[in-house]
């Protein structure tokens, strides 16, 4: 995960599992606790990147990752820099609640929104795209602070896996053909104008591997 030229590294890491993983529930941008599970894969993030030179260490201002992201900085010696444009999509009246709650309380639109969830926003949320807008130009902008050095970037399912779609130029209807675990870590190497894909949903640091694929917000 070394530097390569004057190209940056960033180190996308996803936060650990969280209470609303556990349980199903839409987080979108409000707050979950890390369970314990959660705060074992941050420390096995930290240990997995204790030999990497890190320049900074970037993060959502969403608590549970940038709880995450300040004890991989701390292991560091560095301060966390916490983004807004890095939190995950917002899904509005969605967040707090399962799909089987929102089904009861949320009326007709729901049917209609899952059918394009994510060229479409929730009531007081955002769509794919525009979430997708929002953490591309942050990359992009911290990839240029950092040529030539490296960076980890510690936020959430959705905007890795935009990223890395992004990149690709992947379409986004074909959303679900992969995965961003709990405690993953993807890095994407380039500069502001070309970036490519170096490694995607590494989780060999961790010791077991989710048997049920928990929601990526």
Not at 195 to 201: P, T
Request: charged share 25%; net charge negative.
């Amino acid at each position: 995960m070394g530097d390569a030229g004057s190209d940056a590294t960033l180190i996308l890491v996803r936060h650990g599992e969280t209470v609303w993983n556990v349980e199903g529930r839409v987080q979108g941008q409000r707050h979950s606790a890390l369970t314990d599970r959660g705060w074992d894969q941050t420390r096995r993030v930290a240990h997995r990147l204790a030999t990497t030179k890190l320049d900074a260490v970037y993060s959502s201002d969403l608590q549970r990752a940038f709880e995450a992201a300040e004890f991989l900085a701390a292991s560091h010696k560095l301060t966390a820099k916490s983004l807004p444009a890095l939190r995950e999509r917002n899904f509005g009246v969605l967040e707090g609640k399962t799909l089987d709650e929102a089904a009861r309380t949320e009326g007709s639109w729901l049917l209609t929104w899952q059918a394009d969830r994510l060229l479409k926003s929730p009531p007081d949320g955002e769509s794919q795209p525009d979430m997708c807008e929002r953490v591309m130009d942050a990359l992009r902008e911290i990839a240029d602070v950092h040529l030539g050095r490296s960076v980890a970037v510690v936020t959430h399912g959705g905007p890795i896996k935009s990223a890395v779609y992004d990149v690709l130029r992947i379409p986004i209807s074909l959303w679900n053909l992969t995965f961003i675990s709990n405690g993953s870590i993807t890095v994407i190497r380039g500069n502001r104008d070309v970036m490519r894909l170096v490694c995607l949903n590494d989780a060999c640091h961790l010791e077991t591997t989710p048997t049920t694929e928990q929601m990526e917000d």
